[in-house]
T-cell receptor, first 113, second 114 residues
Framework: DTAVSQTPKYLVTQMGNDKSIKCEQN?????MYWYKQDSKKFLKIMFS???????INETVPNRFSPKSPDKAHLNLHINSLELGDSAVYFC????????????FGNGTRLTVT | AQSVSQHNHHVILSEAASLELGCNYS??????LFWYVQYPGQHLQLLLK??????LVKGIKGFEAEFIKSKFSFNLRKPSVQWSDTAEYFC????????????FGAGTRLFVKA
């Protein structure tokens, strides 16, 4: 049973296009996140949601729009893709609380050409 | 704001060697600290965590970490590494944000020679 699943696994697209990544968790967690991992493996938080509400928006360009239809889903839509958006995007979830570890999905490798 | 620094970006060891990866954080209050591992081509998985109590915490696969408050450090150790430990290791801190923001260090790439 996959705990945090995201689709697609790979996404290759051209500059200027719009794309979406979907994420679902079956762990019953209240909090979900999007992280971006660049080519040097550096992980940076983009968004966190708690019970469908946006809690953290880490100065991400407004071309990125997360949507949480319910607390088990957090999707990421990206408009007008740019070369610099190429990265691996990880969805994660956790129980609420500072000592709760993150459970990560398998990542979506986005390549913008 | 919190930050995490990992001193070693690349580490190469032979099998059976001992491992210590450094991690320092900056935050003056109560912290929750984590080590995650990312095997090649995979997602991050939790190795161990510390939030209170015994400062020496044990995790999966023989890893342990020691929280030293006075040094703002949370170093990861393993007495004897195996080839299968080849991976990227990330130190992380979650503090002062109600649990909604885990900050990661830049990662340490470990390569274990067979």
């Amino acid at each position: 049973d996959t705990a945090v699943s995201q689709t697609p696994k790979y996404l290759v697209t051209q500059m200027g296009n719009d794309k979406s990544i979907k994420c679902e968790q079956n762990l019953g967690h209240d909090t979900m996140y999007w992280y971006k991992q660049d080519s040097k493996k550096f992980l940076k938080i983009m968004f966190s949601y708690n019970n469908k509400e946006l809690i953290i928006n880490e100065t991400v360009p407004n071309r990125f729009s997360p949507k949480s239809p319910d607390k088990a889903h957090l999707n990421l839509h990206i408009n007008s893709l740019e070369l610099g958006d190429s990265a691996v995007y990880f969805c994660a979830s956790s129980q609420r609380g500072e000592n709760s570890p993150l459970h990560f999905g398998n990542g979506t490798r986005l390549t913008v050409t | 704001a919190q930050s995490v620094s990992q001193h070693n970006h690349h580490v190469i060891l032979s099998e059976a060697a001992s491992l210590e990866l450094g991690c320092n954080y900056s935050y003056g209050g109560t912290v929750n600290l984590f080590w995650y591992v990312q095997y090649p081509g995979q997602h991050l998985q939790l190795l161990l965590k510390y939030f209170s109590g015994d400062p020496l915490v044990k995790g999966i696969k023989g890893f342990e970490a020691e929280f030293i408050k006075s040094k703002f450090s949370f170093n990861l150790r393993k007495p004897s590494v195996q080839w299968s430990d080849t991976a990227e290791y990330f130190c992380a801190v979650n503090a002062g944000t109600g649990g909604f923001k885990t900050i990661f260090g830049a990662g340490t790439r470990l390569f274990v020679k067979a």
